[in-house]
């Protein structure tokens, strides 16, 4: 399946967005649901830090809390699989082991369904570039039924 094979590739650049800054979270509810997550995230195949922005259409389901105690910002691990039509994105998931296996929580302050996702490259900030490479700009699909 093409769509599972483009998800495995995003999962091979980002990894579980380790680290990541979540910079701002656009959401469309009128029309077709539409949820677009802007962040800075370590690239694993590069060791550079980029800024994207998921872009995710088709949302079934959204967790979206934010509270005085429980701050969206910083993602520890990320949730990135798979299920049946969906696409799941858990940004605070729950760490089963300790050596990286992470399941959804349903307790989660952040987690999307959705049947499409595409990542977008905003910047490759040149500070943070190993290779000095400076800005890029591309728009990777992600999608499920590619």
Known sequence: MKGTKRLSEIKKRYNVFADALIESV???LVSAPRLTVTMSCLNWSTDNWERISLCM???TN???VETKKAQISVVFEA???QRENDIV???FARQIDGFGVLEEDPHSSFSVHCQELS???KQTPAVASMSGRGE???HVPINKKA
Do not use: G, M, P, W
Request: proline letters at 0%.
């Open 119 to 121: 990542v977008e490259i």
């Open 89 to 91: 994105i858990d940004f």
């Open 57 to 59: 259409s088709r949302v």
């Open 62 to 64: 959204l967790r979206l």
């Open 26 to 28: 656009e959401y469309q």
């Open 136 to 138: 890029k700009s591309a």
């Open 79 to 81: 949730l990135i699989e």
